[in-house]
């Protein structure tokens, strides 16, 4: 088993430190941005970034993905619990609290009966649609932020973008100043100096000028009193119909971690030559979650634009992360007077152009290009969790989903082989339309499982192939058939049935030993020959010439 913070040494020991305080400077700022997204007070948000961050960073098998709230795990928290309590509320901090509990008591199911393939299901057109919408929908929340306007940002988007547009009247010049200057800074100064925290900078000098100049007066609105004091061991209490009221979206939460996280770890540990196990990922998750609901935080995912961040600056341990929970306490004991008097347009700014990345605008651009149909998942994902929410959107994702891998299923690669007269030759390539494999013999393979979505489909391509052609004998390649279920098989039972009385013998080559015993099980494999080869079944069933 791997030891924790594997790859740290007393060699790397002083860099990973360095980069630590490097995502302390990124973190701050964006969890409060976060936590006030999520309609939570900013202290929920670094909460998240304290036991949470050490409990994985000591589980998790990724030596570089950093765990933490993000945009969508806010936009949803505050979609879902929206609907059960009041933003701000007694209730509303304890049902997020549960909220978090649950996904990780569903992260550590996943770990124990190795469901971590659930998570493919989200194919990235899904991905982009879903995190494109929630990020639209965060947006322009952030926008009326940096305007100085105040709408209810638990709302619906269509209403808050009717609020953003007729507050304008009231729009604020000096918010918007600030926000326009703090935009400018982030996108100029992470283009010039990526390493350099350009968002605490904003943060602290858009919190200074706001306090000499006395902007509050103004209409400035600022991030107000944040509790000071370390996070402390709770638990929430709920009747159990609340507990299971928020399920659906703890499963969405999950998913979308699940879906995100795992391939960002495993795309690291390929680039850098190291081993992940995803099993593993799922408890460090599990366990950080459950950490976050007990300590006041909220639900922790995977932070793409932060592992890339310590990427950048050379980390390839999770010290970074246990630097930063560490600051994170030290702010918390000592420092959270400091934040009182930040601008709440410097946060809207912050988070603006941290989520703009999340549009997908070009991966869109890059679908339309390759693939329209994919598109349309992705873009049909977008609207329907923008205009109607998280949850039907994450259902509507696995509904596409699944409508994505049926059009394929159904539509296998059915292919009648070719000979070319070389008898040392392997018989792989398809054949013209309408031609048979020898005279009178036509050789099938079906590059696909034969299962309820394309057994019927196969049967039509196998009655096709024979038509016509004065085929006396059908010889499937079973090669790429890996499985067959009861519905292929019974499609299958009336092929052969028609393959009979159309005077048809049929034969099976290059089975695999696994698929013999299901095929005999099932009925569809009676006393029909086996060869190991096509080569085989032509030269047996009268084409010595060819093999």
């Keep these: 088993m791997q030891r924790p913070l594997a790859g740290l040494t007393w ?9 630590g305080v490097t995502l302390l400077a990124i973190a701050v700022p964006l969890n409060i941005g976060y936590a006030q997204i999520a309609g939570l007070p900013p202290t929920a948000g670094l909460y998240a970034l304290v036991l949470p961050a050490i409990v994985y960073a000591l589980i998790v098998s990724s030596r570089q993905l950093v765990a933490s709230p993000d945009a969508a795990a806010a936009a949803l928290v505050a979609s879902s619990i929206g609907g059960l309590a009041v933003a701000g509320s007694a ?15 569903l992260f550590a199911l996943a770990a124990v009966f190795r469901l971590g393939f659930l998570a493919n299901f989200l194919s990235k057109p899904i991905l982009i649609g879903f995190v494109g919408g929630l990020a639209l929908d965060i947006l322009i929340s952030q926008v009326a932020k940096m305007f100085g306007e105040k709408i209810d940002s638990g709302a619906e988007f269509t209403d808050k973008l009717v609020a953003v547009i007729t507050e304008l009247p009231k729009l604020n010049g000096w918010s918007l100043l600030i926000a326009v200057l703090s935009v400018i800074v982030l996108v100029v100064g992470q283009r010039v100096a990526r390493a350099v925290p350009w968002a605490l900078i904003v943060l602290v000098v858009a919190t200074v000028v706001v306090v000499l100049t006395g902007l509050e007066s103004q209409g400035v609105a600022v991030l107000g009193p944040v509790d000071a004091g370390p996070p402390t061991i709770t638990w929430p209490v709920l009747d159990w119909g609340r507990w299971l009221a928020l399920i659906p979206s703890a499963i969405a939460l999950t998913m979308v971690t699940m879906a995100e996280g795992l391939l960002v770890a495993r795309n690291y540990g390929e680039k850098h030559r190291y081993g992940t196990s995803p099993n593993r990922d799922l408890l460090a998750f599990g366990a950080a979650n459950v950490a976050a609901g007990a300590t006041g935080g909220f639900a922790v995912g995977s932070s793409t634009s932060r592992t890339a961040a310590m990427d950048q600056a050379g980390s390839r341990t999770q010290l970074p992360s ?6 994170t306490l030290l702010l918390l004991l000592f420092g959270t007077g400091l934040l009182e008097h930040v601008p709440s347009p410097a946060i809207g700014a912050i988070v603006a152009v941290a989520i703009v990345p999340l549009l997908g605008i070009p991966e869109f651009a890059r679908l339309w290009r390759q693939d329209r149909f994919e598109f349309g998942i992705g873009a049909v994902c977008f609207v329907v969790t923008l205009l109607i929410g998280a949850i039907p959107g994450i259902v509507v994702a696995f509904v596409l989903a699944l409508i994505n891998l049926a059009k394929r299923a159904s539509t296998p690669a059915i292919d009648v082989l070719a000979a070319d007269g070389d008898p040392g030759a392997s018989l792989l390539d398809p054949a013209p339309k309408g031609a048979t494999t020898a005279p009178g013999i036509v050789v099938i393979r079906l590059a696909a499982p034969l299962f309820f979505a394309n057994g019927s489909v196969f049967a039509d391509a196998v009655k096709r192939a024979v038509t016509g052609n004065d085929v006396r004998h059908v010889v499937l390649d079973l090669e790429a058939v890996t499985d067959v279920d009861v519905t292929g098989a019974e499609d299958f039972a009336d092929l052969k049935e028609w393959l009979t009385d159309h005077s048809v013998d049929l034969s099976f080559s290059r089975p695999r030993g696994d698929l013999v015993e299901r095929m005999r099980h099932l009925g569809v494999l009676g006393d029909e020959r086996l060869y190991p080869t096509n080569r085989a079944a032509l030269a047996d069933l009268g084409t010595p010439s060819v093999g």
């Design 91 to 105: 209730d509303y901090l304890t049902l997020a609290f549960a909220q978090a509990i649950i996904c990780g008591a």
């Design 322 to 327: 246990l630097v930063a929970a560490v600051g």
């Design 11 to 19: 060699r790397n020991a002083g860099s990973e430190a360095v980069a």
